[in-house]
């Protein structure tokens, strides 16, 4: 069956401006057209800074994990943050405080991260759903055209007709 052209025009408002994307042979996005991706190199172009972000939090990870040891897990740096105490507890103090002021921002970011990591997953959940609803005759009919293109590759054990 073929699908009649759509000239629907479906605008988006961005932080950084108007997108006009006008859906058939033409694309307009903007004043710079060398700005336009494909939708899967798009995805890819997500995937690949996720990817980047994952491995971003693994190292934070560490970084917090080795500052849990020598900070709070070490009986030796403690006694050496005593001692400093004892020579300058205002400098000492102020060391602490801006650690903690650090950590309580790093918590912070973590939660922002998190919370754009949600809106990430529901968005991607939301397309893969989407793609599966809105295109579903067109994968109906790709699922088809493989079952038929592997049964001519591989003949069925049993054919009909009883031989």
Do not use: C, W
């Not at 950590?103 to 759903?129: C, M, N, P, R, W």
Request: charged share 30%; proline share 3%.
């Amino acid at each position: 069956m073929a699908r009649s052209k759509q000239t629907d025009e479906v605008k988006v408002t961005t932080g950084e401006g108007k997108i006009t994307l006008t859906i058939g042979d033409t694309v307009k996005l903007g004043s710079n057209p060398s700005e336009h991706k494909l939708p899967a190199q798009r995805l890819e172009h997500t995937l690949s800074k996720l990817q980047d972000a994952l491995g971003a939090l693994k190292l934070a990870t560490e970084e917090l994990a080795i500052v849990d040891a020598e900070m709070i897990g070490s009986d030796a740096h403690r006694q050496i943050i005593i001692a400093s105490s004892t020579e300058d507890p205002i400098k000492t103090a102020d060391d602490i405080e801006s650690h903690r002021s650090q950590t309580a921002e790093i918590a912070q970011f973590a939660a922002d991260v998190g919370k754009l990591a949600k809106a990430v997953k529901g968005k991607a959940g939301f397309i893969g759903a989407a793609l599966g609803s809105v295109y579903s005759v067109e994968l109906l009919a790709g699922d088809e055209e493989r079952a038929r293109l592997k049964d001519r590759k591989q003949p069925s054990l049993f054919p009909s007709g009883g031989e």
